[in-house]
Every structure is written in C-alpha cells, then in structure tokens.
C-alpha cells in the first residue's frame, strides 16, 4: 500500500491538495506578518477567521454572488481587528487576553448567528462555492499544471500575496516605517509620524487578510458552514509566522510544510492505511510544537512585539 | 494585573487644554463603576444580539436569572456548574499571577480526566474512602504533569507558553479520543465514544437530596481559600506575585526562576485537572469529551473577571455557572437556543476589559492639579 | 550677538505631572549660532523642558516663540517644521536596520524607498562635519560613540536650525566627548543653535552662555566667559561645595575576592569577558572604568552568579564560588547593588518591607512554618526606612511610587545587609540628587572601614578617582590596566577607556 503514494496521479494530488490546503493559513500568517512587524501580536485570529468564514457564507446565501461573499469575509476580519487594535492600541489591554477574548467572540457569535439564522430549518443550508479557475496555457503543463494552475481565485491571491507584501515591507518607505515601529517605536514618533495609526493600520490590514483566509473555508472550499470549522488554523498561522521569523518567503514555506502534512494524511486516510486517523489530525499540532522547540530562537522577533507605545519611556 | 499594571501616562487630547490621563491604579470605586459599567455594556450588547435573533431580551433575561438563580434547586445546580469553572479559573489565575499565559487549562482538564479515569478503571471496585484521594492525586499528577510539559517546553525549549498551550490542547483532545473511539477504553458494545460509567464507590457524593450538588464544589472553595492564603502568605505565593512584577529581578535575587515557571506550570495543571474530576465523578459519572469540554476556555474569563484573586474567582464563577445553568430554562421557554451564553461570556469579558481600561483613564483640566500615583517619574526632569 | 533677535524664546513655561511641578515658570532665549547650556541636577526639570521644545510634552502654561512669533508644539512633528531638532539621552535607534535606514526612516516623501539621494545627502553631511560613518553597517554592530556620531547625524539630515543635546556625552570616552565639542562648534559657526543639556562642568564652560535650573526653577542666565565653575555649581544647587574630603588612605586587609582569568561567551558564541583577573583586598574600593557596554554587566553578573562563567575561577575569601547559585553566593556574605535598579533590583509591585527579602523569602528569619512572618518583615523594613532616611509613608508603601533616590536606597539597604564580605556596586549613583549622591558615597566609605571589600564600576570617572583606592579600566571584555589612585591620571585611563592600549 505504501508504494501506492509514489504514483505520478497521487503526488500530484497530494501536491495540489498542499497548495489548496495552504490557502487560508498562508492568507492569514501574512497578515499576521505585518500585524506583528509592528509590533502588535494579534492572538484572535481564530476568532477573526470564523467570523470571516461565517461573513462569508452569509454575505453568498444573502446575494448569491460568490464575490459579495469573499468581500464580506474581508470586511467582517478588519471589523474584528478594528475591536481589537481599539483594545489593545487605544486603550493599551493586555493583547494576550484580549486576543483571546476576540476568539471566544467569535465562535459565540458565529455559532449563535448560525442558530438562529436557520433556526426553522432542519437542515443548514448550502451555497455554491467557487469551483478551479484554471489558467489558460499554464493549466495544461506536466505536473505544474495540475498542481499550481487548477487551483481557486483565493488560492492564486495568497500566492501572489507573497511577493506583495514582501514588497511592501523591504521595498517600500511604508514596509520601513512599520518595522521601524515594531522595533523601536520611538525612533519614528520623534520624527513626527504616528506610531498608532501605523499600527491601526498594520492590524486592520492582519484581519482583513485573516477575514479572507476563513471565506476560503467557506465560499473558497465549502458549501457549509460548521461551528468551529477553523479547528486550529487560526492557531497554526501563528505558528507559522514564528516558524516563518517574520519574513514572507519562509512564511511560506512553513505554510506549505504544515498544509503538505496535512493533504498527506488525508491521502494516507484515502488509501486506507491501518493508523489511527487521530494521531494524522494531531500531527500538525505536534510538529508545531517540535518545530518551534527546534528553532529555540525568539531573537528575530519584532523587538517590541507585544508591548503598547508609551511616549514618556 | 491586566491592563492596570501598565504604567500611567499622559495621553494627550486632541481638544485643547483638557487631557486624558492615566492612571497607574484605578481607585477601589473606580473598579467598582467600571464593573457596573460592564455589566451595563453586556446588557445592552447581549440585548441587542438577541434582537437580530428576532427574540425578546427582557424575556430571554429573565428566564436567564429565573434558570440560574431563581429557586435553592437552581442555586444548587448552578453551583454544580460552577464547580469546574472554579478550578480552571484559578489554574489560569494562578499562572497569569506569575505572568505566565497558561492557555493550557483545557488539555489539563482533559489529561487530569484520562489520568483519573486510568486509576479508576485499574482499581475497579475499591472502596469509596480508598478510591476518592487516589482520584484526585491521580488527576492532579496528570495535570501537573501537562502543564508542566508546557512548562519545560518554555524553560528549556523556548517555545512560547501561549501556542504550546493550546497546540497541546489539541493534541490531547485527539489523544483521548484514540481511547475512546474504538479504544481500550470504549464502553463494552457502545455505540458513542465513551467509557462505561464508573463505579458507583467512585462518584463523587451528592450533598444535597434532590440536586446534583456534589462534593466537588465543597473542594473547590477549599481550594480557593487555600490559594488565596499562599498566594498572599507563603514563599511560594510571594515568588509568583514577583514573578508577575519582575521576574528578572527575582533572578537576580538568586531564585531558581526555572523552576519556579515549571512549579507554577505544573500547579496551575493540577488545578485545572480537578475540574476533570468534579465533572466525571460528580456530574456524567463516565468519562467523555463533551464531560469536560470548554471549560479551561471559560476558566480563562473566569480569572480575568475575578481579577486574578481567588474569591473574585469563586464569584464570577458562579455567575456564569448561572448563565450556563439558566440557559436551558431559557432555551425550553423562548426558543433562544442556549449557545448565546458563549457570545454572552466573551461579550462580558470585553466590556469588562474596556470598561477597567477606560476606568484607569480620567479627564483632566489644565491648572488643576491631581494627587497622582507616579512619584516615580521625578526621577526623569 | 547679544543684539540679535533670538532664534527661539521661552516665557514662563510650566509643565507639571499630577502634583509634581518639573518646569516651573522657566524663560530664557537662544541666539542663532550660540551654544547655549541647561544645567542642573537630575530632576531639576531640563529633560522635561526640551521634551517641552521638542514637542513630547504639551505644557500647561507658557508661550514658545520661534523668531519672535509664538509657535504651538503639540508633536515632534511641530518641532520639526519649526527647525528643532533632538538628540535624546538614550539613543532612539533602531539596531535591526543600517546607518541609513535609521536616518531615512520617516523622513522620504514617495513610496519607493529611494536611497540614492538620502545616501548623497547623508555623505555630505558627514563629510561637512568629519563623521566617518559606513551607512550600509547595521546600529547593532557599531560601537556606543559611534552611534551617537548616528544620532547626530539624523538630527541635522533633517534640517533643523536649532538642536538639541540631551546629555551627548553620557556614552562617550573623554577623546570622543573632546571631538563632540569640536563638532559643536562647527555646527555653531554655520549658523545653527545648539542647546546642550549637562550637568558636567567641563562640558558646561565651553558653551556660550548657560541657564541654570534648579528644583524645576529657573535660577538665572550667565555669559559663561562671566562666570566659573563654583559659581554656577552654586547656582545648581543652592549652596558651595566644598572640595572633596581628603580620602583616608585605607588599610587593604586579605585578599577577599579573587578573579583568575574569567572568561564569559554570550549565546551567539561573542566573547563578553576575556580572561579577567584580579584580586580585590577587604577595606578596598576597586573601581571599574569604562565606556558603558565593555562587559561591566557581565563581570558583575558573574561574580554574582547569575551568570555561569565559561572558563576561569572565582574566588571569594578562598573559596571558589563559580558552581555556586546566586543565592549561595549572597549567603556567603556578598551584596550586588546591580545597574538597571529597577528592571535588575526591585520588584516595582511589591512593598518595601517585601523588597528588602527579595531573594530570601525562604529563610527560616522570615517565616513562621510555612507562612511568611509579615509582622518581623514589617519590623525590619521600618528599622531600614529608619537607618537608611528613606522617604515612605511606610514599610506597604508601594516601591514603583517611590523616587529614584529612594527606590535606590532600598537595594542599598537590602544589599548592604548581605555585604559581610563583598559588595558589588554597578553605577550607584546614577540618576541620584547630589544629596543622596554624597549619602551613597559616604555609606561606601563607611562599609570599606568596616573591611568590606567593594567593587565599584562607574561612568562618572570623578566619582572613581574621589571613591576607588584602585582604578581597572574595562575595554571589549578585558582588563587593559589596574592603577593605584595615586598613579593614576585621567589622560591614561581616558585613552585606555578607548581601547588604545599604547598609551
């Protein structure tokens, strides 16, 4: 059974479910990325990716039209992250805890939301998700093809969100300004510039993105939407920054490490192979774990990730 | 300890002359405006949410209250579902005191469980007097030995104690899932993924006849009044409340600080794995997730309520205790299915969180002096 | 120059915190091209006055006029337009980035990076001034004065007509500080205004003019050619020094404290101390010169076993006392009055009856079986306020509210208390009233009669050369020399403090 996952067919499953499976997290880590360049650790985005999930699963049942959907996913993650950067930016709240607040809000939202929506259904309703967009000409080459090219609308912007947002860091005066204040916050406010609005900014920008990795969930991949369906991804994003020491080209990587540990166990599930299929779900968890025990390295880390501008220090 | 231990600063106002400031310690009456505040903002908010459900608020409310606090059997009963919620809420609150971010108490709930029911399912029919401590230890031991994983993974492996935390919580819900779900300890012949129940020695004794008021809740007040005396009383308690200050200068002092981060890990478990206990000894008597689910998550609200202080603890356990045990009756009567309670809960702990920030901020007039906690900053001109 | 208009004037400006006041009804003026000084001890109001100029601070009352018209300084942003620029105490650097990405950041108008022209733009700068700066190296890897050399740099990349000096040479040797004051007045004779805030007397009279502060008053303006060093020393602080006492030659007892060729990496494998050996005796004070950075904090750190030591031994009063724990260690009769006092020696939360057992909350002293004895803590801690005049309400009294004389007198109370043997003190005085400053170095004196052997360490070369029977100098982790006061001039160990070991 083992040499079954070497036919040509089921790598190329395997690796197109990786880079499917990559989608949201990846969407949600960049944001993340350039939430805590400025040195604002946003812990919520469970939260913010289940509102954004549920937002998008309404805003397609409500108007039918998929793209209204993926726009309020968006929308209802820079909603979530506007509460939080208030909290945590303005009135300088723990951010651990009120990160932790923001996902409890939104699995209690978005569970009761969905309650009573449906409340005279027996069952929950379904929508039409977006299906492959395959690219014209590069769809049709050997192994690439199927792998990169057939793949969704949101799946082509995360990607092409790497270089983007690499871009906007380390090439761009604006990239500069935010790291600028995730290291040193006071090296730019006695130039005049607000730290706060950058941050704003910088944290609204992280849930919109993380608002757009949960529609993936929904409108991207799934006709439903299920009570906690995140399971975790929220969490792994996090992870996945870390993993990623806050640059976009590693954030990467790890996104597809984690989301290719992932497609092979449900392969692995597929072909019936005798494991117990809870030691493949909680293998992700467990390489996090491991990963970052590895790595044994926080020096990278925005030297003021997690603490409020103060000007008086 | 949440946002007030921030240090006060002037924040300047945009409008001329007046300014905000803020201060280090909101004044006792202060705390108290801003929990009435609170409870005002959830009020209003949760009222609100139930009107986008087309419900009634003041009726979902009332059978709220009526459900959770209206009757002794109702006190009783909220006080069974409040039992849990006091011991993860003072697992959190004992580490956050030591600025630890045990996210943890919900895989410690689970290992304390498993660990029990491990000792339980080896003893079979022990008497109750034998099998009650060997319970408890048993749980215990499981918690602190997952928090203390926790723990070490922070002391010798540097991984934050915030994702760990929750990794494990993870990996341990799947782990007791692999027992149950045609695992070693899957009821003979059952269908749903859970143990057979457990031997009638082992539950845990009803207090009240009639109620489901259970020992447990009578070991979780001892438990916190026992926190409260060595947090404030022992060199124990006086070493995490510095570390929440200043671990560093605890270092310096020449405490092991390592192993003070992986005492308190370790303990913070072990309390946590007693609500394991309570849950499948004196509520479901049988081991099952949906025993003992969400709790570790509550527990955090919990303690952030509770200011972190055992007996603030014990009260806003109570109070939700209330809510969860209040929304059955208010689910069979208005139809509001009983899930609001969760938006409800983070609904509370947001305005509580903004409403003790906004209490630490107070409006100022220029010319007029205030009496101001921060004698500290003479050392700056 | 006394004719001409001045390029900024302040009229009775105030600025209080809660019930402090910190700048109370100041005026004073700056001439274009002039150096002008504010002196006055720590907490007499200069920092939060240029935090006033610079925008940081609104103040409550008063008027700011930049050439004659009244300006409101509500953000640096303000300052800036107005031509005020700063150089803070503490660098506000950025250490991750380059040299010009630190200078650029903030300042360039499009959204591409352009580099090209802030790099010509920096040269000339650099080169109009005789700053030899590499701007592609990272603020990490530069030393502490050349940072500063950044910092002014960035400062006048910003076109700034007057600019202010918080304290430029607190990091500086005495070569560099020479340097700075050259530079200074190049910038003066181009036209633009500094305002040099200090507290060093030397650096003081070489300004044009200096307006003294006291108690957060303004106590007047002199032309410093008018004017001498026990003059405005009078001024500051309201009364004449007399020269300092005669130090009693001591008695040196036993060897108490011995190092042999300690040796200390830090995690990225970079060596912080490099084969340190030296003997200090009982009734010793060694002092430890050096820039800020060479690896005081390190040899402090070691000795009392916070750190491990790499390779070497340590002993104290015969004993080796590397494998020991920083508890052990204090146990045998050694203090360590540490530098940050309130990041590395107290607990901001705690009282002060709970500080003074920092670090023996388990002695059988303090406690009643397994609780703590709160009453006998009580008890000492008032007998400490007592002894050591701190001024507290009392032994509850939160120490994040105390002042910073006080909050250092606790540590001294705590760490003296355990200094049978051994004291370590790192920077003592910094930041303290020159009260409390006598108060500290008389307390030293008493501890060295009683045959305490002290190793003090100190950025003040004044305060070595009036306190230390012996003088070490620190460079990069090593030991460049050891000098008996009476041997020892400030040109030497001046140039030793800058690495040169030939001098």
């Known amino acids: 059974m083992v040499e079954d996952l070497f036919q040509a067919t089921i790598v190329i499953s395997v690796l197109a479910a990786t880079i499917r499976i990559a989608t949201p997290i990846l969407l949600t880590a960049l944001g993340e990325t350039v939430a805590q360049r400025s040195g604002v650790y946003n812990m919520g985005l469970e939260g913010t990716m289940l509102m954004g999930a549920f937002a998008a699963f309404i805003g397609t049942y409500q108007t039918g039209s998929q793209g209204a959907g993926v726009l309020a996913g968006a929308a209802m993650g820079a909603l979530m992250s506007t509460i939080f950067a208030f909290m945590v930016i303005t009135l300088r709240i723990e951010q651990i805890v009120t990160g932790l607040a923001l996902n409890l809000l939104g699995a209690g939202l978005s569970t009761f939301w969905l309650r009573t929506a449906f409340a005279e259904q027996s069952v929950t309703p379904t929508i039409a998700f977006m299906g492959a967009a395959p690219i014209p000409y590069l769809e049709g080459i050997p192994w690439l093809g199927p792998i990169l090219f057939r793949q969704g609308l949101l799946t082509y912007l995360a990607f092409l969100a790497v270089p983007l947002v690499w871009f906007f860091l380390f090439r761009t005066r604006f990239g500069l300004e935010l790291r600028c204040i995730g290291e040193n916050p006071k090296a730019l406010d006695t130039k005049g510039l607000s730290v706060q609005g950058r941050r704003y900014a910088a944290v609204i920008f992280g849930g919109a993105m993380a608002g757009l990795g949960g529609a993936f969930l929904t409108v991207g991949s799934s006709a439903r939407f299920v009570p906690d369906m995140t399971a975790g991804r929220g969490w792994l994003a996090l992870v996945i920054v870390i993993a990623g020491v806050w640059r976009p080209g590693y954030v990467l990587t790890a996104a597809l490490f984690f989301s290719f540990l992932d497609a092979l166990q449900l392969q692995i599930q597929g072909i019936g192979i005798n494991l117990p299929h809870q030691i493949l779900l909680a293998l992700p968890y467990i390489v996090a774990i491991l990963s970052l025990a590895l790595m044994r390295q926080n020096a990278k880390a925005p030297a003021m990730l997690g603490t409020p501008y103060i000007r008086d220090r | ?381 | 120059m006394t004719d001409a208009t001045p390029l900024l004037s302040v009229q009775s400006l105030t600025k209080s915190f809660g019930s402090l006041v910190a700048v109370d009804g100041v005026s004073f003026d700056i001439l274009p091209g002039e150096v002008h000084c504010l002196l006055g001890e720590n907490g007499a109001g200069k920092s939060t006055l240029s935090s006033c100029l610079y925008g940081l601070y609104r103040p409550d009352a008063g008027v700011i006029r930049m050439d004659g018209e009244p300006i409101e300084l509500r953000s640096p942003a303000d300052a800036l337009a107005a031509g005020i620029g700063m150089v803070h105490q503490h660098f506000v650097l950025v250490p991750t980035f380059t040299v010009l990405e630190n200078i650029m950041v903030g300042t360039s108008r499009g959204w591409r990076l352009g580099g090209g022209e802030a790099r010509t733009q920096v040269a000339k700068i650099c080169s109009r001034h005789g700053i030899a700066l590499d701007l592609d190296r990272l603020i990490g890897d530069l030393a502490v004065g050349e940072q500063q050399w950044v910092e002014i740099v960035k400062a006048l990349y910003l076109d700034v007509r007057l600019l202010i000096l918080d304290e430029p040479t607190a990091a500086l040797t005495p070569d560099e500080s020479a340097r700075l004051f050259r530079m200074i007045r190049t910038m003066a004779a181009s036209g633009l205004a500094v305002v040099l805030i200090s507290h060093k007397m030397k650096e003081v009279l070489q300004s044009d003019r200096v307006t003294v502060l006291r108690k957060g008053g303004l106590i007047g303006t002199v032309r410093t050619d008018e004017t001498s060093g026990p003059d405005l020393t009078a001024m500051m602080i309201g009364r004449h020094v007399g020269s300092h006492a005669a130090v009693a030659e001591s008695k040196p007892g036993d060897v108490t404290l011995s190092l042999d060729a300690v040796t200390l990496d830090d995690r990225d494998g970079r060596r912080l101390l490099d084969r340190i050996s030296f003997d200090l005796h009982g009734g010793e004070i060694l002092g430890i010169a050096g820039v800020a950075g060479n690896g005081q904090n390190a040899l402090f750190e070691v000795i009392a076993g916070i750190r491990r030591a790499f390779a070497g031994d340590i002993r104290l009063a015969g004993q080796s006392i590397c494998h020991l724990s920083a508890k052990n260690i204090a146990d045998r009769g050694l203090g360590h009055v540490p530098n940050d006092r309130l990041r590395d020696g107290l607990v901001g939360e705690f009282s002060i009856a709970e500080n003074l057992i920092l670090g023996h909350q388990w002695d059988a002293q303090y406690r009643h079986g397994p609780l703590l004895d709160r009453a006998g803590i009580d008890v000492r801690a008032e007998q400490a306020i007592a002894d050591y005049a701190i001024q507290a309400p009392g032994p509850a009294t939160t120490v994040r509210t105390l002042s910073g004389g006080n909050a250092q007198k606790v540590i001294l109370a705590r760490e003296f208390a355990k200094a049978r043997r051994c004291l370590l003190c790192h920077q003592p005085t910094r930041g303290l009233d020159v009260g409390v400053i006598e108060y500290v170095h008389n307390e030293l004196r008493r501890l060295r009669r009683e045959g305490v052997a002290i190793l003090l360490a100190s950025e003040e070369l004044d305060e070595l050369f009036t306190l230390a029977d012996r003088i070490a100098v620190i460079f990069d982790g090593k030991i460049l020399g050891i000098f008996p006061r009476s041997v020892a001039d400030i040109q030497t160990i001046g140039q030793l403090m800058a690495g040169h070991r030939d001098a």
């Open chain 2, 1 to 381: 300890m949440t946002p007030d231990v921030m240090s006060a600063a002037a924040l300047v106002d945009r409008r001329r002359g007046w300014r905000i400031e803020r201060r280090a310690d909101p004044s006792a009456v202060g705390w108290l405006v801003a929990l009435l505040l609170a409870a005002l903002g959830a009020f209003i908010l949760s009222g609100l949410l139930l009107a986008t459900a087309g419900a009634s608020p003041l009726d979902a409310f009332s059978n709220l209250a009526k459900g959770g606090f209206g009757s002794g059997r109702a006190l009783a009963n909220t006080a069974v579902k409040a039992t849990p919620l006091i011991f993860t809420g003072l697992a959190t609150a004992l580490a956050f005191r030591a600025r630890l971010w045990n996210i943890g108490a919900e895989g410690q709930v689970f290992a304390g469980a498993i660990a029990a029911y491990a000792c339980t399912h080896a003893l079979d029919a022990a008497p109750a007097l034998l099998q009650m401590p060997l319970i408890l230890v048993a749980a215990m031991i499981g918690g602190a030995l997952f928090g203390g994983l926790a723990g070490v993974l922070k002391t010798h492996f540097k991984v934050d104690e915030v994702i760990s935390t929750v990794m494990l919580n993870y990996i341990i819900a799947f782990g007791l899932s692999m027992l149950l779900l045609k695992g070693p300890w899957s009821e003979a012949g059952g269908f749903f993924e859970q143990t057979a129940k457990v031997a009638v020695n082992a539950e845990l004794p009803i207090l009240i006849d009639k109620t489901r008021l259970h020992l447990g809740f009578v070991i979780a007040l001892v438990t916190a009044g026992l926190m409260q005396v060595v947090l404030a009383h022992t060199p124990f308690g006086y070493e995490v409340r510095a570390a929440g200050s200043n671990l560093r200068a605890l270092a310096f002092q020449g405490t092991n600080t390592t192993r003070l981060v992986l005492l308190v890990m370790a303990t913070s478990g072990a309390l946590a794995a007693l609500a394991g206990v309570s849950e499948v000894y004196g509520v479901h008597h049988r081991l099952h997730a949906a025993a003992i689910v969400g709790y570790g998550y509550t527990g955090i609200v919990i303690a952030i309520l509770g200011r972190l202080q055992p007996l603030g603890v014990v009260a806003a356990a109570i109070l939700f205790g209330g809510l969860v045990n209040g929304s059955t009756l208010m689910q069979i009567k208005t139809g509001v299915p009983s899930t609001l309670i969760y938006a409800i809960q983070a609904i509370i702990l947001i305005c509580y969180l903004v409403a003790w920030a906004a209490a630490s901020f107070r409006i100022r007039r220029p010319g007029r002096t205030t009496p101001s906690g921060e004698i500290g900053r003479a050392g700056h001109g």
